[in-house]
């Protein structure tokens, strides 16, 4: 076996959607699926409008993908929320064969509704837990570059290992494009005593304007250098694509290369950004 393979041995690549909310979105999923099957992903997630805005949707998306022979992890916020409805969610969910399970808080979109029985993701990881036992592997989120809400980094460290120990078997990082601020998040929370997987999440890069907008609303960081860079090619979308290949393969060699458990893709429900890394580091 030649070293390459050696080092991806042992290695969960994952895939994120979002459910559709048209047929043509639908199709367009279809096709996106059909095209990143081939690539043999451990797992699909599906995300989840908080206040269960999506669920009946990312249920669909769910059991298609099911359909197609992959495991497929629905993500569950719990903003919003009754227990009960939780309950519900996590039984059909059970009913169908699903063992994995993203369990979020969620951001409710404002303006809506209450703030529900659960406040924070911890909660609905020792919900899930005490009600289910140990039928679903729990994903939880992590985030390198901190919360945006957190009230100190400090804080967000505290809360991250809380909701680990209160049940959770790995974590999916928020995107972020500078690999030392996850290589320290997960020092500082192994020294903390949490030792599940923490896989990276990769955002590819293909719009400028959008990958602005999501960021700020996320607090992720661009790079100054790779913002000015993309900000430059204007409407070529050609060039932005080329670049932010070259910016996020790097990122992912270098993390690859740092020993991480896997990469989680934030597909956006488009195939051909993530397979074009995936082609260039020969996964
Ligand atoms: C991999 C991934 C997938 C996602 N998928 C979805 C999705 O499908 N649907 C969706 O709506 N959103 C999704 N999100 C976004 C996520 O819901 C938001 O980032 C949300 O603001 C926080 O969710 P959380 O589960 O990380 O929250 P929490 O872990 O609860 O943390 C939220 C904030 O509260 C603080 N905090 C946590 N626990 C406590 C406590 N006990 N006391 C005081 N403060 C506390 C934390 O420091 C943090 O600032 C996803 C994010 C990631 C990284």
Known sequence: MGGANL???DRHFSFEFFPPKTPEGRDKLRNTRAQLAPLHPRYISVTFGAGGTTQQGTLDAVLE???????????????????????QILSTYRDNGIRRI?????????????????RYANELVEFIRAETGDWFH????????????????RHDLD??????????????????????????????????GVDVPIVPGIMPITNYAQLMRFSEMCGAEVPRWVAKRLESFGDD???????????????????????????HFYTLNAAAATKAIWQRLKL
């Not at 729990?138 to 980094?153: G, L, T």
Request: proline letters at 5%; charged letters at 25%.
């Open 7 to 9: 080092i991806m041995q």
């Open 65 to 87: 993908i099911q359909r197609d022979g992959i495991e497929a992890a629905p993500h569950l916020s719990c903003v919003g929320s009754t227990r009960d409805s939780i309950r």
């Open 237 to 263: 979308r050609e060039a932005i694509r080329a670049f932010g290949l070259d910016v996020v393969t790097a990122l992912c060699d270098r993390l690859l290369a740092g020993g991480v458990p896997g990469l």
């Open 138 to 153: 729990i994903e939880v989120a992590a985030y390198p570059e901190y919360h945006p809400q957190a009230r100190s980094p």
């Open 159 to 192: 809360n991250f290992v809380r909701k680990v120990k209160a049940g959770a078997d790995s974590a999916i990082t928020q995107y972020f494009y500078n690999a030392d601020a996850y290589f320290r998040f997960v020092d500082d929370v192994r020294a903390m």
């Open 102 to 118: 993203v369990a979020l808080r969620g951001d409710m979109p404002s303006g809506m509704g209450e703030i529900g029985e659960f």
